[in-house]
Every structure is written in C-alpha cells, then in structure tokens.
C-alpha cells in the first residue's frame, strides 16, 4: 500500500536536498522493538506486537489494535531519533499521502522556539469524559521538538488505555502539560475519479500557495474502497500538487499572515498558545481561510 505516494515523495525530494526526510516501514525480519536503517527507510520490528483487529483496509479508519501498534512504533522511531541525534531538533510528522512545501515549514519553524513546541493544526474533544476539552494536534500535520519527544518516550506506557486510541490522542494526552500552537493546514477530501480534475487541482494549489498554505493533506477516502483511493486516486492529486509547488514562488509574508489568522482564530482572537484543557470551544469567531477543498467551489 501507499507504493505510489511513496514513489512521488522519492520525486519530490530531489528538490529540497537540504531537507531530511524519514520513511518508516515494519518489518516482520527484525526482532520485536528493533530499529534499524537499511539505507532507504527505517526499519521497525514488529513481529507478533498488537495482533488483533484491523479496519483501515475497509473503512479508512483505524482499530484499536492497529492504534496501539502506530504508537507502539512512533516511540520506537523517536527513541532512534533521540539515540542518533544531538542538540536542538524539530520532529514534523506527517502523512505519505501528505504534500508539503519545506519553504513555507521552515519559515514557520524560523518563528518557533526548539523547545516545548508542539504545533499543527489543532482539534479539541468533548468526548469521552476523560477526554473532554482536551486540545490536541492533527497527526497529519505535527511539529514537536526535541524535548517534547524525550517527555513522550519516558511517559509511554503500552498497557495503558491510551495507547487504544489515534496517535495524535495519544500525544495530546501524555503531553498534557504542554501548550499547543496551531498552524494552518489544507485538505483534500473531495471524491474525484482517478486522474480527474488535474488543471483545477493545480490552479487551486496555486492559488493556495500565494495565500501561505505550506501542508496539503490529501485522504478523499471512500468507506467502500478505503485503500483503493489512498493508493490509485490520492497520488494524482499529489502530483498536481507537487507539480503548482514547483511552479509557485514563495512568499514568506503570506505564510506568516496566514499562520497568524489561524492563531488568532484558535484561541478567540489573541493568538497565543491553547492550553491542553480548555472549556470553551476552538475557532471561535468568524474563520477567513479555507480548511479543505469542499468549502472552495
């Protein structure tokens, strides 16, 4: 699955040389909890770990046992991470079947402090009680640093009730003491047939672009066909996406304005840091900027 977002991605990296990207696969070879590089991707041994039900394959959403396993494998990686690297770092984590300018990322990232950062696009529960007002990043589209990282390995805990639920729950949960920055996101989730609607895709992007949009994230998922569109229509999209970013100058100005409209929007119109709780709903007011391509005709 994903062979052909994943074959895109090799595309699209030989354009930003400069920026390290990680592609993580399991792999039943290698001892449970092993992590090892074979210089193409990182590798993670899986073997027996959280067998149980799957859903993704049906319903493009995924089970707990399937939650549990992400998880499981997330810290694994970050666990790398921390072991091979030293200093400061930012971790953005993100979809294969995602497409992100880096100029637009790494002009946010110049704004943001390596420390205690944890950005993205935010959501916030009312449900379940133990989650209600819980703020939390869209997996998707998550920027954590360093810290953040070393605080979520040391409070993983794989018998736990959480590690059942979406990763980005997960996070939001056991980063229960940190503020959130939102950041803006667009996403493609229209049905489109395959290879329909290029010219329009590639003008939007376009015009998305000059507005500061940096992350699209495309999922058009159907529940009868869950990972035929991920793998045959999705990729499409992607490419006519790639195709606009590399055809489109970059404008700092508007990534940061754009940024700001949706800090703003996030907490009622100051702009600062959400708390990990909080009573009142998110996005409060009146919203300026589009969040997918079904609010766009």
């Known amino acids: 699955m994903f062979r052909h977002a994943r074959a895109l991605w090799q595309f699209y990296l030989c354009h930003f040389p400069h920026i390290e990207v990680i592609f993580v696969r399991w792999s039943d070879k290698l001892k449970r909890g092993e992590v090892m590089s074979d210089g193409r991707d990182l590798l993670v041994g899986m073997a027996g770990a959280f067998e149980g039900e799957t859903g993704y394959n049906s319903s493009g959403v995924w089970s707990q046992s399937e939650n549990a396993r992400w998880i499981y494998r997330q810290v694994l990686v970050q666990d790398y991470l921390l072991r091979t690297r030293d200093g400061p770092f930012f971790l953005y984590q993100t979809t294969i079947t995602s497409v992100v300018d880096f100029r637009g990322l790494c002009t946010v990232l110049d704004r943001l402090t390596p420390e205690n950062c944890f950005a993205g696009p935010l959501g916030r529960l ?6 209600a007002g819980l703020t939390f990043v869209s997996g998707a589209s ?19 009730a959480y590690t059942s639920v979406p990763n980005d729950i997960w996070q939001a949960a ?3 003491d940190v503020p959130r920055q939102a950041l803006p996101t667009f996403n493609f989730i229209k049905p489109r047939a395959s290879r329909a609607d290029a010219p329009y895709i590639y003008a939007l992007t376009r015009r998305l672009l000059q507005q500061g949009y940096y992350h699209f994230r495309i999922k058009t998922v ?5 990972a035929g569109r991920r793998e045959d229509i999705d990729p499409w999209i992607m490419l006519r996406i790639m195709e606009a970013i590399f055809d489109s100058e970059h404008d700092p100005e508007a990534t940061l304005n754009l940024t700001d409209r949706v800090q ?8 600062l840091p959400v708390a990990p709780r909080r009573a009142e709903p998110l996005h409060s007011g009146m919203r300026d900027f589009a969040t997918n391509d079904e609010e766009i005709s």
Do not use: K
Request: hydrophobic fraction near 40%.
């Open 126 to 131: 009312s449900a379940p009680e133990t989650f």
């Open 142 to 160: 998550a920027l954590m640093s360093r810290d953040l990282l070393l605080r979520m390995r040391e409070r993983y805990d794989p018998a736990h």
């Open 174 to 176: 056991v980063l229960d």
């Open 222 to 226: 159907a529940p009868e066909n869950a």
């Open 264 to 271: 703003r929007l996030a907490d009622g119109g100051a702009g």
